[in-house]
């Protein structure tokens, strides 16, 4: 495991303390972990973008495509827990 020093402004350095005793943890772990978080959400958030881009170059390729309408009744079951089909594609290019 490597060492890397974070210089940080003493209030944050404060926040930190707080929060970390708050939790019952020591500080390192405290932004070891807040550091993990958002290393994920980036991670996460490039793929969701990767992902769209994929999807966007396929639907302009074969010119298939969700009606919206569909799409968000879809959504709304999936929120509620609900297992149903998802929407079939159609063609949005005449």
């Given at each position: 495991m490597s060492t890397t020093s974070l210089k940080l402004p003493d209030e944050?350095?404060?926040?930190v303390i707080n929060a970390a005793q708050e939790l019952g943890i020591s500080p390192h772990a405290f932004m070891v972990d807040a550091i993990r978080q958002a290393a994920h959400a980036v991670e996460?958030?490039?793929?969701?973008?990767?992902?769209a881009r994929e999807a966007r170059e396929e639907m302009l390729g074969n010119g298939d495509g969700h009606a919206p309408d569909e799409v968000r009744a879809y959504l709304r079951s999936r929120?509620?827990?609900?297992?149903?089909?998802?929407p079939s594609r159609k063609p949005w290019r005449e």
């Open positions: 944050l350095k404060q926040r996460q958030h490039s793929t969701f973008v990767r992902q929120l509620e827990c609900r297992h149903v089909a998802r």
